[in-house]
């Protein structure tokens, strides 16, 4: 094993507009990790058309605190090269209890590096 996290369960995505719940998925043999929003998301173009949906967000291979990986990023406008989803460079890292995510990703339109923070989405307990 070697991280000693499990980000399995549900967490936000607080950037993504809305702050989607997203769902991950965390194999604790290969340290490879996969979230999905738990709904459907559209990347809609500058007039509101929807160019693509997908429930994807991001997968990446933790290694110690760090997790670097892919992102799901809607390219819209006229100037960029392909319009809808696509994968740009992630870089997270688990802060020390486990339950929040936070890094970047670098935006090849933009050429700069955009932040990405994930949280852990708590129960509340019944009393």
Request: one cysteine or more; aromatic letters at 8%; glycine letters at 12%.
């Amino acid at each position: 094993m070697g991280t000693g996290f499990d980000l399995n369960g549900r967490w936000a995505d607080v950037y993504a507009t809305g702050s989607p719940e997203i769902s991950i998925a965390h194999d604790l043999n290969t340290n490879t990790v996969r979230a999905e929003y738990g709904e459907a998301r559209g990347c809609k173009d500058l007039d509101g058309a929807t160019l693509e949906e997908t429930t994807f967000d991001f997968k990446g291979t933790l290694k110690g605190d760090r997790l670097n990986g892919q992102i799901h990023v809607c390219n819209f406008g006229p100037r960029v090269p392909a319009r809808g989803w696509i994968l740009e460079r992630l870089e997270l890292v688990v802060d020390a209890d486990g339950d929040r995510l936070d890094g970047r990703f670098f935006c090849r339109v933009d050429r700069n590096w955009m932040p990405v923070a994930i949280t852990r989405v708590r129960r509340k307990e019944a009393n």
